[in-house]
C-alpha cells in the first residue's frame, strides 16, 4: 500500500470550475506538501501545512491530522491551471515521501 | 527570486559510464536533496545532505551512487556504471531549515 495516496488520478475540467483534488496518507508526519509540476518537468512548491488551512490567491490546502487527509481546492480555475499537482508528506526532518500525483486539465 | 539551478537539462550518456548532475542551491539554504522521477512515476527520495554529510537516504540510494559539496556553492550527484533504470528526471532541492524544499527544474538523464 502506498504511504501517500492521492485521488482522483487525473481530473478534466471545463474552466471556471471548482477543483478539489485530495491526499490521504498513512504514516506519522512533521508537514505536508502540495506541489505543482508542469509538462517541462519543473516542480514548484504551492503550500506547506502542518494544520489547518492555507490561502494563496485562488489556491486553498487543508489539513485534518486526525484524518491524516488534506484537500487542495481550485476556485474558478483556468487553464493555465493545467499541471500534475502532486502530495508529499514530511517524515521527520528532511525526507519527502510524494503521492503519484492528479494530473488536471482546465478546457476553456 | 534565488533560484536552484541544475545542469545540464539534459544528459544522455552510454551505459556503464559515469555521469555527473550538477546544482547550485539558494546560496544561504543549508540543506540538500536528491530525488529521481522515472518516466511515468512519481517522485522518489534518494539523499539529503547538511553539515557536509549525508543526513539520510533512501533504499535507492546504493554505492553507485554519491554526493559531493565540493565547494561553498556547487552540490553533485554522481552515478558510476549507469544502468539502464537509472534512466529519470533527478531534481535537486534546497532548504534552508528542514522545510519547505525549494526545487530545481531537473535534469533529464538519459541511458542507452
Known amino acids: 500500500k502506498n504511504e501517500v495516496e492521492q485521488s482522483p488520478q487525473n481530473l478534466t475540467a471545463q474552466e471556471g470550475e471548482f477543483i478539489t483534488i485530495n491526499c490521504s496518507y498513512s504514516v506519522g508526519i512533521s508537514a505536508l506538501h502540495w506541489l505543482q509540476q508542469h509538462p517541462g518537468g519543473g516542480i514548484v512548491s504551492l503550500f506547506m501545512?502542518?494544520?489547518g488551512k492555507k490561502k494563496h490567491g485562488r489556491l486553498i490546502a487543508t489539513i485534518n491530522i486526525q484524518e491524516k487527509h488534506s484537500s487542495l481546492h481550485i476556485t474558478a480555475s483556468h487553464p493555465r491551471d493545467s499541471a500534475v499537482y502532486i502530495c508529499a508528506v514530511a517524515q521527520g526532518a528532511q525526507k519527502l515521501v510524494f503521492g503519484q500525483g492528479t494530473r488536471l486539465t482546465i478546457n476553456p | 527570486e534565488p533560484e536552484v539551478t541544475q545542469t545540464p537539462s539534459h544528459q544522455v550518456t552510454q551505459m556503464g559510464q559515469e555521469v555527473i548532475l550538477r546544482c547550485v542551491p539558494i546560496s544561504n539554504h543549508l540543506y540538500f536533496y536528491w530525488y529521481r522521477q522515472i518516466l511515468g512515476q512519481k517522485v522518489e527520495f534518494l539523499v539529503s545532505?547538511?553539515?557536509?554529510?549525508?543526513?539520510?537516504k533512501s533504499e535507492i540510494f546504493d554505492d553507485q551512487f554519491s554526493v559531493e559539496r565540493p565547494d561553498g556553492s556547487n552540490f553533485t550527484l554522481k552515478i558510476r556504471s549507469t544502468k539502464l533504470e537509472d534512466s529519470a528526471m533527478y531534481f535537486c532541492a534546497s532548504s534552508p531549515e528542514a522545510q519547505p524544499q525549494h526545487f530545481g527544474d531537473g535534469t533529464r538523464l538519459s541511458i542507452l
Open positions: 545532505f547538511y553539515n557536509n554529510e549525508i543526513s539520510e
Open positions: 501545512l502542518s494544520s
